[in-house]
Antibody
Framework: EVQLVETGGGLVQPGKSLKLTCATS????????MHWVRQSPEKRLEWIAR??????????DYVESVKGRFTISRDDSKSSVYLQMNSLKEEDTATYYC??????????WGQGVMVTVSS | DIVLTQSPALAVSLGQRATISCRAS??????????MHWYQQKPGEQPKLLIY???NLASGIPVRFSGSGSGTDFTLTINPVQADDIATYYC?????????FGSGTKLEIK
C-alpha cells in the first residue's frame, strides 16, 4: 500500500523558514518523481514543485510564486522528499500535500500538513 | 500559465446525471493525449485521482464516473449520482508547466 506522510508544519512568522518532510512507503521511491501541491484556506489547489529521480539528475521545477524561496529535495535512502521554505509570506498559508507523479498528474496524495504564516 | 475555469457549484438529485465542465484558456491536447485530469475531494480529506488523460478511469474508481473532451473543453460525468459523491471536483492540466488546477466545482444534492 502506498503511503505518504507529511510532517513539519505549524505556525511561523513572516520572513521565517520551515522545512516539510514527506516520508513514503509502498512503492519504489528511488525511481519516482515527486511533487508538492498546496491548498489555500479558500480551497484553491496550487502546484508548487517537482523533483525528478537520479537518472534525470534530480531535476527540479517550481511555480513562479515560490522560485528562489522554496527548495524541493529528496533522500532516496530514506524514501523521503522535502520542501525547504524560506522567506515565508502570509500568502504561503496553506495545507501542503506531497504527491507521486504519473506523467505529471498526481496519483497518490499524503494527508497534508498545515502551514500558517502569521505574526 | 494555462487557466482552467470551472463553475463553482452544481446541484443534482440523487440518481440523476451530474455533468461538471472545465474549460482551458488554451489547448491541453497533443496529437496523442488529452492532458486533463480530474480529482475528487471530500471535506477533511486529500484530493483523490478519478480520471486521467481526460477519459481514463483511475484504479478503484466506480464506473459511474466518466470523462470526455479534447482541446479546451472537458467534462466529468457522474451517472447516477450517489450520496457518497458529495464533494468538490477539480480539473488539472499537464500540458505545460506550471501545472494548474481549476478552482473546483462543489457537487450538492438538490
Amino acid at each position: 500500500e502506498v503511503q505518504l506522510v507529511e510532517t513539519g508544519g505549524g505556525l511561523v512568522q513572516p520572513g521565517k523558514s520551515l522545512k516539510l518532510t514527506c516520508a513514503t512507503s509502498g512503492f519504489t521511491f528511488s525511481t519516482a518523481w515527486m511533487h508538492w501541491v498546496r491548498q489555500s484556506p479558500e480551497k484553491r489547489l496550487e502546484w508548487i514543485a517537482r523533483i525528478k529521480d537520479k537518472s534525470n539528475n534530480y531535476a527540479t521545477d517550481y511555480v513562479e510564486s515560490v522560485k528562489g524561496r522554496f527548495t524541493i529535495s529528496r533522500d532516496d535512502s530514506k524514501s523521503s522528499v522535502y520542501l525547504q521554505m524560506n522567506s515565508l509570506k502570509e500568502e504561503d498559508t496553506a495545507t501542503y500535500y506531497c504527491t507521486t507523479d504519473n506523467n505529471y498528474y498526481f496519483d497518490y496524495w499524503g494527508q497534508g500538513v498545515m502551514v500558517t504564516v502569521s505574526s | 500559465d494555462i487557466v482552467l475555469t470551472q463553475s463553482p457549484a452544481l446541484a443534482v438529485s440523487l440518481g440523476q446525471r451530474a455533468t461538471i465542465s472545465c474549460r482551458a484558456s488554451q489547448s491541453v491536447s497533443t496529437s496523442s493525449y488529452n492532458l486533463m485530469h480530474w480529482y475528487q475531494q471530500k471535506p477533511g480529506e486529500q484530493p483523490k485521482l478519478l480520471i486521467y488523460d481526460a477519459s481514463n478511469l483511475a484504479s478503484g474508481i466506480p464506473v459511474r464516473f466518466s470523462g470526455s473532451g479534447s482541446g479546451t473543453d472537458f467534462t466529468l460525468t457522474i451517472n447516477p449520482v450517489q450520496a457518497d459523491d458529495i464533494a468538490t471536483y477539480y480539473c488539472q492540466q499537464s500540458r505545460e508547466l506550471p501545472l494548474t488546477f481549476g478552482s473546483g466545482t462543489k457537487l450538492e444534492i438538490k
